[in-house]
């Protein structure tokens, strides 16, 4: 997948005239439309309903960029809000930048002001390499990610440069003001139409977000963990397409519980071939500095080299799309909503900050730890930023959402699906030469998500029963009635194998004596003394990743 920069020509410092730089491969290029000049990349799904609103009419020819610049062109940002798909555009309007991210933020955009100008870019590194910008280390995006794991908002590692919101367009004025627009935010329905016990509705729609998102004339990959959100992809994927569908699977050399049984059961009831990927530790520890690097934000998952892994594996067999069933959790209910229920319930603080605080809580990543993890400058420079839980509050507080379960919902769609999940596959794919899709992001299923009652989403302690219910039939009930248990990746063997000597000579090299953390207490962690804390390996595995990504953008303090 390309990758562009678009920022001002070096004769024209006012940055009213902008050109396509160090973005190698842009298929169609800078493109002129009426009166307006665009680049970006795009994936298009109801690309003939948008045709069908065109006149005069796109050329049948035209790529998916090209044709939302049409529909830029003829019907404005309401045009653009009707695109169902996956898009980062740049559009030079007048003397402005436009910049559009799609509904639930597939893809990624980033912009930065320097020297009285604007640039934007689809790549965080592309654009941190711009000359005229002048920035460092951003310590507010290392409390974040060690509390989270992946940064929840417009903050980026970086200061001076912003991330563009999910569903947003901002227009870059050269005065330097922002102007901020909403393609599209979920709702929750005042008269709940979603009351759809049975998930035949539900089901309609899923069917539809498979179809469009499955490659015409050629075989499709599918991601599958044994999950019910991963099995009910395949199972649909297989039913509708007329081409081959294979699926992929993750396993590990390492006597940790698995679920390949549950994604064999999967493969066979939906007759699909499957592939199963074992990945070793050593491969976990030849390919993690390289896999990091490929991302705008460091990711806290262990499973993001053998994700890569997968992709390449899928490339190799021809596939140029490969679906997953990533969406379920944040759409329609996930493991940390129940906790939060029942701190609602105990509670003594009222106050939305309490409730964003729990929030952060629940990640159970190194947010206990920062007093001791974080240098003494480090820990000083943040006591005068605002805290970690500002991002949240408009989710978590009073606004279009009323009940408890759907303010979670959303917060977790907004944060962890937007900055987090969504981005890490479409880098990763993108990366081995191929597009990941994922139909429960499908914008026409989270708006029904939303017009359901809660007590059809968490019923009980049912999670996500609806959506259950909605593939009931299409799956074994082993699959469906099953507790999400989520794949058990064995970090802590990696690192006390094969990882060890690359998280020592990372961690204690003179290149991570940026000031950052206490060198006493990432030696500590190291030697495991006193067993350490809870969770031990899943926290040195975030603080590794951080340090690797931090030494691939070459980042000081």
């Not at 870019?121 to 390499?129: D, T």
């Not at 190194?366 to 420079?381: A, G, I, R």
């Not at 909605?470 to 058990?488: E, H, W």
Request: proline share 7%; with cysteine.
């Amino acid at each position: 997948m390309s990758r562009f920069i678009v920022r001002p020509r070096t004769a024209d410092p006012a940055g009213h005239d902008w050109e396509l730089v160090d973005g190698p491969g842009v298929a169609d290029g800078p493109l002129t439309v009426g009166g307006f000049t665009a680049v970006g990349e795009a994936t298009v799904f109801n690309g003939a309903a948008l045709r069908r609103r065109l006149s005069p009419p796109a050329p049948e020819s035209c790529s998916d960029t090209e044709l939302l610049v049409h529909v830029y062109d003829q019907h404005g940002l309401p045009g653009v809000a009707e695109a169902d798909g996956m898009f980062a555009m740049v559009v030079s309007d007048g003397d402005d930048l436009v910049l559009l991210r799609d509904h639930v933020g597939a893809r990624t955009l980033f912009y930065a002001r320097a020297g009285g100008s604007w640039a934007a870019a689809s790549s965080l590194r592309a654009l941190a390499s711009w000359p005229a910008l002048d920035t460092g280390l951003d310590v507010r995006a290392v409390r974040s990610f060690l509390t989270l794991a992946y940064l929840p908002g417009a903050e980026t590692f970086f200061r001076g440069i912003r991330e563009v919101g999910p569903g947003r367009c901002l227009r870059l004025r050269t005065d330097g003001d922002i102007d901020e627009s909403v393609l599209w935010e979920p709702v929750e329905a005042e008269d709940p139409l979603g009351a759809d016990p049975g998930g035949s509705r539900l089901r309609e729609l899923l069917e539809e977000a498979t179809i469009r998102r499955l490659p015409e004339a050629e075989p499709v990959g599918v991601l599958l963990s044994g999950g019910v959100d991963s099995s009910l992809v395949t199972a649909l994927a297989a039913k509708f397409h007329d081409e081959p569908v294979t699926a992929y699977s993750i396993g590990f050399d390492s006597d940790t519980p698995n679920e390949l049984a549950y994604s064999g059961l999967v493969a066979a009831h939906c007759n699909v071939e499957r592939r199963v990927l074992t990945v070793p530790g050593t491969s976990i520890a030849e390919r993690m500095a390289e896999t990091v690097a490929l991302l705008d934000c460091p990711v806290g998952d262990p499973l993001t080299v053998p994700n890569l892994l997968l992709a390449q594996e899928a490339a190799r067999d021809g596939h140029s799309v490969i679906l997953n069933g990533e969406g379920g959790d944040p759409v329609f209910g996930g493991p940390k909503n129940l906790p939060m229920l029942i701190f609602e319930l105990m509670r003594d603080d009222p106050s939305v900050q309490a409730r964003a605080a729990a929030y952060l809580s629940s990640y159970r990543k190194c947010l206990d730890d920062l007093p001791t993890l974080l240098s003494e400058d480090v820990l000083s420079e943040l006591e005068i930023t605002a805290p970690s839980t500002e991002v949240l509050l408009p989710y978590l507080g009073p606004g279009q959402m009323r009940s408890l379960l759907n303010k979670l919902l959303h917060t977790n769609l907004r944060t962890k699906g937007a900055h987090h999940i969504l981005t890490k596959v479409e880098r990763l794919t993108a990366a081995s030469g191929v597009e990941g899709r994922a139909p429960l992001f499908d914008r026409a299923v989270i708006d029904h998500s939303f017009a359901i009652p809660p007590e059809l989403k968490l019923h009980g302690t049912t999670e996500k029963w609806i959506l259950k219910q909605s593939v009931r039939d299409l799956l074994p009930s082993t699959i469906v009635d099953r507790p999400k248990s989520g794949m058990r990746v064995p970090v802590q063997q990696w690192l006390d194998g094969p990882l060890r000597d690359l998280a020592h000579d990372v961690l204690l090299s003179g290149d991570a004596d940026r000031g950052l953390f206490r060198r006493d207490t990432i030696r500590a962690w190291l030697r495991k003394d006193g067993s350490l804390l809870p969770r031990h390996g899943g926290k040195l595995w975030l603080v590794l990743t951080l340090e690797l990504w931090l030494q691939s953008f070459e980042v000081g303090q």
